[in-house]
């Protein structure tokens, strides 16, 4: 079974462009979960999605966005990206919502985005 | 709200032998649920094991057990017989009732040494 797959793994952007990275959950699963991992303030909460709906948002700018499509793969958007937007983003998923389980979140690798 | 703390920046442990990480939280559900997650240089988070706030027993998974202690809300990760592929970061994480996402500690760095 093909695990939770992220694209691109890395991509190096400047200041001020619009980011888009894509998340392929495992067959089955139709909750995509997404965290930003930097050194500084570790794993944060973006957003979750469920059958195309967003069920939950984190403590992000609107510069922050996502999306999910029927087949439930995701993707999220930064836009007029910063420096601090430098991080490994993290997508997740589970068979349902991950607050209405006690399951584990499956993750990808992550897309490492750097912001010069 | 829910919080983790790690107060381990980093830890360094004798192959074969034994470590705990430890894991503190701060909760105000009644019910929820402990993770521990491993994540090597590669960037994936690895599930290694879940402790459910009403478990009357410690969870076991292979070469790893939680040592859960609700009154002292600590839900340290022991690993038994460290290998040298043990060497990544660790994190604690914790899930309350209703729509409240994952939340993760700082981590652990843990080297294992031959």
């Known amino acids: 079974k093909a695990g939770v797959t992220q694209t691109p793994r890395y991509l190096i952007k400047t200041r001020g462009q619009q980011v888009t990275l894509s998340c392929s959950p495992i067959?089955?699963?139709?909750?995509v979960s997404w965290y930003q991992q930097t050194p500084g303030q570790g794993l944060q909460f973006l957003f979750e999605?469920?059958?195309?709906?967003?069920?939950n948002k984190g403590n992000f700018p609107g510069r922050f966005s996502g999306r999910q499509f029927s087949n439930s793969r995701s993707e999220m958007n930064v836009s007029t990206l910063e420096l601090g937007d430098s991080a490994l983003y993290l997508c997740?998923?589970?068979?349902?919502?991950?607050?209405?389980?006690?399951?584990?979140?499956?993750f990808g690798e992550g897309s490492r985005l750097t912001v010069l | 709200a829910q919080k983790i703390t790690q107060t381990q920046p980093g830890m360094f442990v004798q192959e074969k032998e034994a470590v705990t990480l430890d894991c503190t939280y701060d909760?105000?559900?009644?019910?929820?649920?402990l993770f521990w997650y491993k994540q090597p240089s590669s960037g994936e988070m690895i599930f290694l094991i879940y402790?459910?706030?009403?478990?009357?027993q410690n969870a076991a998974e292979g070469r790893y057990s939680l040592n859960f202690q609700k009154a002292r809300k600590s839900a340290n990760l022991v690993i038994s017989a460290s290998q040298l592929g043990d060497s990544a970061m660790y994190f604690c994480?914790?899930?309350?009732?209703?729509?409240?996402?994952?939340?993760f500690g700082k981590g652990t760095r843990l080297s294992v040494i031959a």
């Open positions: 997740a998923s589970t068979p349902i919502p991950s607050t209405e389980n006690t399951g584990e979140l499956f």
């Open positions: 067959s089955g699963h139709r909750s």
């Open positions: 999605y469920f059958s195309e709906t967003q069920r």
């Open positions: 909760t105000s559900d009644q019910s929820y649920g």
């Open positions: 402790q459910g706030s009403y478990d009357e």
């Open positions: 994480a914790m899930r309350g009732l209703g729509h409240t996402p994952l939340v």
